[in-house]
């Protein structure tokens, strides 16, 4: 990233340096001796770093209950989301007593046993480098329904 006086300057944005007002093109259309002549200077970016487990890079965030709270929310929300289509078998089921498709149970079952061994594993977990270490769910992936019909 460009830095001018401390400032971050974004590509594509215009910038007042000493009175004079650059068009958000500059950056783009100067060289590297025509930016270091008013002092800009090129900086990399800083290490990316997952904001759901730290403030900043190498910073851990300390709140370890409440990621846990939010993590187990993701993993109901996506089983939610995965039995949503399928639960008009289940409302036919109580309704009419019209069996649901095996498959359909097999898939739903799945969906539910994964989405506990994820929340087992998150709850399992004692700080942040073990929580980050959930995340990736080894070996957990949720069913796809079209491998059960």
């Known amino acids: 990233m460009y830095v001018l006086d401390g400032k971050k300057l974004r590509q594509g944005r215009p910038f007042t340096?000493?009175?004079?007002?650059?068009?958000?093109?500059?950056?783009d259309l100067t060289s590297a001796?025509?930016?270091?002549?008013?002092?800009?200077?090129?900086?990399a970016d800083p290490?990316?770093?997952?904001?759901?487990?730290?403030?900043?890079?190498?910073?851990?965030r300390t709140d370890v209950s409440a990621i846990k709270t939010s993590m187990t929310k993701e993993?109901?929300?996506a089983?939610?989301?995965?039995?949503?289509?399928?639960?008009?078998?289940v409302v036919r089921k109580a309704e009419n007593?019209?069996?649901?498709?095996?498959?359909?149970?097999?898939?739903?079952?799945?969906?539910r046993d994964t989405c506990e061994a994820r929340?087992?594993?998150?709850?399992?977990?004692a700080d942040?480098?073990?929580?980050?270490?959930?995340?990736?769910?080894?070996?957990?992936?949720?069913p796809m329904l079209m491998n059960y019909v």
């Open 128 to 142: 942040i480098p073990a929580l980050v270490g959930v995340a990736t769910y080894s070996g957990m992936s949720w």
């Open 75 to 77: 993993q109901d929300s």
């Open 79 to 89: 089983a939610f989301n995965l039995l949503n289509p399928t639960d008009w078998y």
């Open 17 to 27: 340096h000493n009175g004079i007002q650059y068009p958000g093109n500059w950056l």
């Open 47 to 60: 290490t990316p770093f997952d904001q759901r487990f730290y403030v900043s890079a190498g910073v851990a």
């Open 119 to 125: 929340k087992v594993a998150i709850n399992g977990a």
């Open 33 to 43: 001796d025509e930016k270091a002549a008013i002092g800009i200077t090129w900086e």
């Open 97 to 111: 007593s019209t069996a649901i498709p095996v498959g359909i149970t097999s898939f739903r079952t799945a969906v």
